[in-house]
């Protein structure tokens, strides 16, 4: 009885442990980030955005392009609407950042530095009016001055 009892209690233990690692925790699905967390992360973006730019550093650049898009079709997506906002979400986003960051795009394929340090000033101004719509006007950002990211390496090896 004993030969039959480990092995038994061997294929139990690796069905529970398989069934654990399978199985998610309730509400694991359920956390949708704030849009807070969202801009917070906009923010880092637009940021690095702007390293990357002045340091010519291209593939970064357009890396953090595509990282903007990302978060706020994410926002819009997550935060369709503000409860105080007649506008939703989505179309305050295209209507004020997509262009100017399809210009940031296309300056960054062209590796032109002065069309890429123009349009920032653009994406920069637009996300400005973007939360003056949505009375987040207290809100203003500006190019950052002073880099909070002393652990990453802007400049490219060339």
Same mark, same amino acid.
């Given at each position: ?42 923010? !880092? $973006? ?23 898009? %990302? ?9 369709? !609407?503000? /409860? ?17 960051? %399809?210009?940031? /795009?296309?300056?960054?394929? /062209? ?17 400005? !009016?973007?939360? $003056?719509?949505? %009375? ?6 500006? $190019?950052? !001055? ?8 802007? /400049?490219?090896?060339?």
């Amino acid at each position: 009885m004993r030969i039959l009892y480990t092995p038994i209690m061997q294929v139990t233990a690796c069905s529970i442990l398989l069934s654990a690692c399978v199985s998610q925790p309730s509400g694991f699905n359920k956390y949708v980030p704030g849009l807070g967390e969202i801009m917070g992360q906009i923010s !880092t $973006r637009h940021t690095k955005l702007w390293y990357a730019g002045a340091a010519q550093n291209w593939e970064l650049a357009a890396y953090e392009i595509k990282e903007l898009k %990302e978060g706020f079709e994410e926002a819009g997506k997550l935060h369709p !609407t503000l /409860e105080h906002i007649i506008q939703r979400l989505p179309v305050l986003f295209a209507g004020n950042v997509q262009k100017p960051l %399809e210009h940031l /795009e296309q300056a960054v394929k /062209e590796r032109n530095l002065a069309q890429f340090t123009q349009n920032y000033e653009v994406l920069t101004k637009a996300c400005n !009016t973007c939360h $003056r719509a949505t %009375e987040f006007g207290f809100n203003k950002i500006k $190019r950052p !001055t002073f880099n909070p990211y002393s652990n990453q390496i802007f /400049e490219t090896e060339n």
